[in-house]
């Protein structure tokens, strides 16, 4: 059974730092591409990132691109989204979503429960 | 960026009811559109991808369907634990785009 279990939320201060991270399990992490996607406190629903299963190749949504960074650690079985410079509007519930196959672009088959981002002084 | 154009954004039904959401694209995106549900505080579920495929598991009352850039999912006879919000998404391109979602009430 595919297990995708956020951490790292919380309540960030405007211009600050959060790493988030993805540990998931009951899959060949390393074969396929992972995403973090987030909705909104309007419940819009926004893609943020994608990398391929070798870690390489990310894609940015053009709100996030230059601030955030997405990685893995496919020896630990990790993802992980590296948030700088942080914005009110960055204030989201965070999903971490596995790829249906390997391809790049695809659907997401699986998803975590997320995780909560609070941007505010 | 491709838009998804959403609606209705909510709706009201009744056990039983049949639900029709639709999603209208930008631009063309072949069958390359995925439905999910979601409900509060619990993870999104992939109901159909490739436009009109059932993920293994859904049940059949859920179905898919295409013409042109207009795509839309059907509940028929909607169940209790059907009610929830639901988004259509397009991978066709990056920007990966949802639309607004479609809230199905009491």
């Known amino acids: 059974e595919v297990q995708l279990l956020e951490s790292g939320g919380g309540l960030v201060q405007p211009g600050g730092p959060l790493r988030l991270s993805c540990a998931a399990s009951?899959?060949?992490?390393?074969?396929?591409?992972m995403s973090w996607v987030r909705q909104t406190p309007g419940k819009e629903m926004e893609w943020v990132a994608t990398?391929?299963?070798?870690?390489?190749?990310?894609y940015y949504a053009d709100s996030v691109k230059g601030r955030f960074t997405i990685s893995r650690d496919n020896s630990k079985n990790t993802l992980y989204l590296q948030m700088n410079s942080l914005r009110g509007e960055d204030t989201a519930v965070y999903y971490c979503a596995k790829s249906a196959y390997g391809g790049i672009i695809e659907y997401f088959q699986d998803w975590g429960q997320g995780t909560l981002i609070i941007v505010s002084s | 960026a491709v838009r998804m154009a959403q609606s209705p954004s909510s709706v009201s039904a009744s056990i039983g009811d049949r639900v029709t959401i639709t999603c209208r694209a930008s631009q063309g995106i072949k069958s390359y559109l995925a439905w999910y549900q979601h409900k509060p505080g619990k993870a999104p579920e992939l109901l159909i991808y490739?436009?009109?495929t059932l993920q293994t598991g859904v049940p059949a009352r859920f179905s898919g369907s295409a013409s042109g850039t207009s795509f839309t999912l059907t509940i028929s006879g909607l169940q209790s634990e059907d009610f929830a919000t639901y988004y259509c998404?397009?991978?066709?391109?990056?920007?990966?785009?949802f639309g607004g979602g479609t809230k199905v009430e009491i």
């Open positions: 998404q397009q991978y066709y391109s990056y920007p990966l785009t």
């Open positions: 990398i391929s299963g070798s870690g390489e190749s990310p």
């Open positions: 490739a436009a009109s």
């Open positions: 009951g899959f060949s992490f390393s074969r396929f591409p």
